[in-house]
């Protein structure tokens, strides 16, 4: 087993988190043979993260929602990677979750961001806008060390922007938090009253904590807007996430470059289908460049990328190439362009 602390971190980045750290595991519900823990940190700046269901299966409900869906594969991913290394590794699943770790300590432990005033790790790039995945590993690698600078101020928007009061100098108070997913009949009537609804079946999880905060909210958010415009306004809750969103997304003219800037795809690729929606979002033209029947193509993106088949490869008129872009360096991309 060669493979270093280092190497997979970089793993977990090169197969699509934005940060990942080490940790010591906690948990005695771990198999004995874990030795170490690959946190993995996923930048989550827009609603369509938070879309959560329910989905009754043979009588039972089950719980339902996009960004762990999306960490459980990533996980799952970076846990086979691992595993063709000759590492151990076993990934977190949503189910597990609560049971095998607490991920704001590890995450903290690691040195991914600090322990803020909502309740939640506060990183220095994206402020609370992340989730975590785990990757448990019988690597004895060593631990990261947790940020010693701690950069949460005291500017308690966090708290001010909680529409039920569930934040405050006393701490965080889980009975008062509309985010929860087991509430008493009670809450789940407040939920209802405070909560987007997108759709009969959907909802959209309480986020204000994390959007109140001023850190990471420089980054532009492709979708954000947008959603809270088409949805029909339910109260206070829906009012206050409306204006956190304010100011952020700035007006979109749709500009004609689909002469210059080329997106070489396929068809069946995520990252593809999400460097679209940016695209749609935005409000910029491009030229699609299937590769999967054509020669010329493939062999250009070949040429770019070292022998490699990567996809999304977006070429600029400037004659900058982005390849698989985060969804952040994409939308800041595209806004420079269209400032000239
Ligand atoms: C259960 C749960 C919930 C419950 C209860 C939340 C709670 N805070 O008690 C409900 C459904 C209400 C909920 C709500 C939310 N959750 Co939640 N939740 C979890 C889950 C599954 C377990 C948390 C838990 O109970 N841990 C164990 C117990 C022991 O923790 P605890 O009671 O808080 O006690 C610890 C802390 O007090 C801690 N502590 C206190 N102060 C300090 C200071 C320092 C320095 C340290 C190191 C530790 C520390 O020490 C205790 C022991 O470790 C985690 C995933 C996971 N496996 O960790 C996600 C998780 C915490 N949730 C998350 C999120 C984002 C949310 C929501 C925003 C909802 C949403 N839209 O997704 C809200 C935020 C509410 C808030 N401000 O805290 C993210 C947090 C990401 C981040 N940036 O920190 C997590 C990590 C999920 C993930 N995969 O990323 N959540
Ligand atoms: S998720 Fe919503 S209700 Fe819960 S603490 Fe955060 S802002 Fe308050
Ligand atoms: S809103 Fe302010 S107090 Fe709350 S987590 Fe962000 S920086 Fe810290």
């Known amino acids: 087993m060669d493979i270093s602390a280092q190497e997979a971190k970089e793993l977990a980045v090169s197969l699509g988190f934005d940060g990942a750290g080490i940790a010591l595991p906690h948990s005695a519900a771990l198999p004995a043979w874990v030795r170490s823990v690959l946190i993995c940190m996923h930048a989550t700046l827009d609603d369509a993260f938070d879309y959560e269901m329910y989905i009754e299966y043979d009588g039972r409900r089950k719980w339902y929602k996009s960004v762990y ?54 990183t220095r790039q994206y402020g609370s806008r992340v989730r975590f995945g785990a990757v448990f590993v019988d690597a004895e690698w060593p631990a990261d060390s947790p940020i010693l600078d701690y950069y949460c101020p ?103 470059m689909s002469e210059t800037i080329r997106m070489y795809s396929t068809p069946w690729c995520g990252d593809c289908r999400r460097a679209k929606m940016i695209f749609k979002s935005e409000g910029i033209s491009y030229t699609e460049i299937d590769i999967s029947d054509d020669a010329e193509a493939i062999a250009y993106v070949e040429k770019i990328n070292n022998g490699l088949r990567s996809v999304p490869t977006i070429v600029f008129p400037d004659g900058t190439v982005m390849v698989e872009p985060s969804s952040p360096d994409l939308v800041n991309k595209l806004r420079a362009l269209r400032q000239g």
């Not at 008062?176 to 087991?182: K, L, V």
């Not at 079946?201 to 980054?219: D, E, F, K, L």
């Open 69 to 122: 869906t999306m960490l459980e594969s990533l996980s799952m991913r970076v846990a086979e990677s691992l595993r063709s290394e000759g590492v151990r590794a076993m990934p977190l699943t949503f189910d597990d979750s609560l049971a095998l770790i607490d991920l704001r300590r590890s995450a903290v432990e690691a040195g991914l961001g600090v322990w803020g005033k909502n309740n939640l790790v506060v």
């Open 154 to 256: 005291s500017c308690t928007l966090c708290w001010a922007a909680c529409p039920t009061d569930a934040l405050g100098v006393d701490g965080y108070n889980r009975d008062e938090c509309i985010a929860e997913y087991s509430p008493t009949p009670a809450l789940a009537a407040r939920q209802e009253s405070l909560e987007i609804r997108p759709s009969a079946c959907t909802r959209v999880q309480c986020t204000a904590c994390i959007t109140a905060c001023p850190i990471g909210s420089n980054i532009p958010v492709a979708f954000y807007r947008n959603l809270k415009e088409e949805t029909p306004a339910h109260g206070n809750a829906n009012h206050r996430l409306a204006e956190h969103s304010e100011g952020r997304i700035g007006a979109k003219e749709n500009s004609d």
